[in-house]
């Protein structure tokens, strides 16, 4: 199995476990993104440096306007895709085998946790991963210690406040907070 197999299988499936050739690979693509991750949080890197190794990461070519500011925590990396100008401040975990989608202009904060798998609920079958992608939308905010669950979609122009948990798609031009993520106002756009 290869890494486009992989993904593929990911986006297809909706349990991760039973392939015993999937999670081989995906053990090898964790590995690969343990050495880069690294790599990012245990030296100074420039900006275009930093534009180098998440393309490495993600094995997607990231857009020379995209800013990091480490340290970045990720345990698969080939899943992520990200748009122009997106910002990703410091302590972020990315969770990311089931897709993680930022679009451009967005801000993520301080120690935001992005998480595309839960385990099945079924003891006798927890070992089991279910995948579900996150969408983040243009100009989307997201506050500090943020959680982001799997298959949420965060609307364009929207802000998650900080410390927040969303367990359900965000509606564009809004302002979400709280645990669980509770709407708290509209933002007027012109």
């Not at 290869?2 to 995906?26: C, H, P, Q, W």
């Not at 480490?70 to 990311?96: E, H, M, S």
């Not at 897709?99 to 904060?109: K, M, S, W």
Request: proline content about 4%; glycine content about 8%; some cysteine.
């Amino acid at each position: 199995m290869d890494l486009n197999e992989l993904l593929k299988y990911f986006s297809e499936n909706d349990t991760i476990g039973e392939n015993r050739e999937a999670v081989e690979m995906m053990r090898s693509c964790s590995v690969e993104a343990q050495k880069i991750t690294m790599e990012i949080n245990t030296k100074f890197h420039e900006p275009e440096e930093l534009v180098r190794l998440f393309s490495d990461l993600t094995g997607k070519q990231v857009d020379e306007s995209f800013r990091l500011f480490p340290p970045f925590y990720t345990d698969f990396g080939k899943n992520i895709t990200l748009g122009k100008n997106v910002f990703i401040n410091a302590g972020c975990k990315f969770q990311d085998q089931g897709g993680i989608y930022i679009d451009d202009g967005a801000l993520i904060g301080h120690g935001v946790v992005l998480a595309t798998l839960n385990h099945d609920l079924a003891p006798e079958k927890r070992q089991q991963l279910h995948p579900a992608p996150i969408h983040i939308g243009k100009n989307v905010w997201i506050g500090a210690n943020a959680v982001i669950c799997s298959g949420v979609t965060i609307g364009e122009n929207a802000v998650v406040a900080a410390g927040a948990v969303v367990v359900r798609d965000v509606e564009a031009n809004t302002v979400v907070g709280g645990v669980p993520a509770k709407l708290i106002k509209r933002i007027e756009v012109d």
